[in-house]
């Protein structure tokens, strides 16, 4: 029998939880994931992440860790793309240059009118253009709530990384993982073959799937308080007729959607 992995063991109880009901482990040797005690509900559990990104993760972990000697005034939260080469250095070559941006004054700083500048030769051009090079997209001083004499805090980088592209709306998030769901034939066929009378998907997301994905999971909000065309999701998935219940949930915040066939459910506290 297949070893039932740390992932397929929480989703199981996630839909347990919500449904009221018991499943026990059926994959002994490729089969659905899950079949209830009754044989009428079948789980299949998969997750869409990317390696590269998985990747990239580890070695800005690995840059954190090392960290730099160059002390800042404050914290600041950085946006970089996760698909750039070199994380592995990127607190190191970052933090000196948001060190002397904060010098000379400065408590933002976006890449495009940063370029501009750059191509212009303006006078912040030796701070923006490594900045740049680190693939910095936004940068932003943080107030430290215990103010400056708390002595106990050390002001540091709170990156935050994503790539993907951006989208409008949950409604265009879905579409795009509808697209790289049906690129995995074999939940569908798993879930036919089981020949339950339910058969759900359940789909993880995680801080390495791309951004245009996950972005409407990940938080409580999305980024900026832009709200409007974010929440549940307004459209019928596209889905193969062996699925007829869909779970998507984010592995960090926890916060997902469940399709029943008819509508979307929002889903919290799990």
Request: hydrophobic letters at 35%; aromatic letters at 8%; charged letters at 25%.
């Amino acid at each position: 029998m297949n070893q039932e992995r740390p992932n397929e063991a929480i989703a199981k109880q996630i839909v347990e939880r919500v449904m009221g009901i018991q499943l026990e482990h059926a994959d002994t040797h490729g089969g659905v994931d899950y079949i209830s005690t009754d044989g009428t509900v079948a789980l299949e559990v998969t997750a869409v992440t990317d390696g590269e990104k998985q990747g990239a993760r580890a070695a800005l972990s690995r840059s954190k860790a090392k960290g730099s000697p160059t002390r800042l005034q404050g914290c600041w939260l950085v946006f970089a793309s996760d698909t750039q080469e070199r994380m592995k250095t990127f607190v190191q070559r970052v933090q000196p240059a948001i060190a002397e941006l904060e010098f000379a004054g400065e408590t933002f700083f976006d890449d495009q009118p940063a370029g501009v500048h750059v191509f212009e030769g303006g006078e912040l051009s030796h701070i923006y253009r490594p900045l740049l090079e680190a693939g910095v997209e936004r940068a932003t001083h943080v107030p430290h709530p215990g103010g400056p004499e708390d002595p106990e805090h050390v002001h540091r980088l709170l990156v935050s990384t994503g790539s993907g592209g951006s989208v409008s709306g949950s409604d265009e998030s879905l579409d795009r993982l509808m697209e790289e769901l049906n690129e995995k034939t074999d939940n569908a066929t798993k879930l036919r073959a089981s020949a339950a009378e339910q058969r759900h998907l359940f789909v993880w997301l995680n801080d390495d799937t791309w951004y245009n994905i996950a972005r409407p999971l990940s938080s409580e909000a999305p980024p900026f308080g832009a709200n409007e065309g974010w929440g549940l999701p307004t459209t019928k998935p596209q889905l193969d007729s062996a699925i007829t219940h869909l779970w998507v949930v984010h592995a960090r915040s926890l916060l997902g959607w469940l399709w029943d066939g008819e509508r979307w459910r929002e889903l919290r506290d799990l």
